[in-house]
């Protein structure tokens, strides 16, 4: 089962947490963690393409700018 880097870091925190993502092109949102799930590629299991993923299921909550100032509130 394949799982991201991005949801092995999740995984230690716990579902409710609020956590600041900042992404490569530097933008930085506020995200609620909510949970955890396991999905697939649609196929059969029987199929040798057949993938197993671990996903994570995030709120958001606000985009801020690059210097670090809550800019837009997009409602919880």
């Not at 956590?19 to 963690?33: A, M």
């Not at 059969?44 to 800019?71: C, I, Q, T």
Request: aromatic residues 14%; proline residues 3%; negative net charge.
């Amino acid at each position: 089962m394949y799982i991201s880097s991005l949801v092995k870091k999740l995984l230690n925190y716990e579902n409710g947490t609020l956590l600041e993502v900042t992404w490569k092109d530097r933008t930085s949102y506020y995200y609620t963690l909510e949970t955890f799930y396991d999905s697939d590629n649609g196929l059969e299991m029987e199929v040798p393409e057949y993938r197993e993923y671990h996903a994570a299921l995030l709120r958001l909550h606000e985009s801020k700018d690059n210097n670090g100032f809550p800019k837009t509130t997009l409602g919880i």
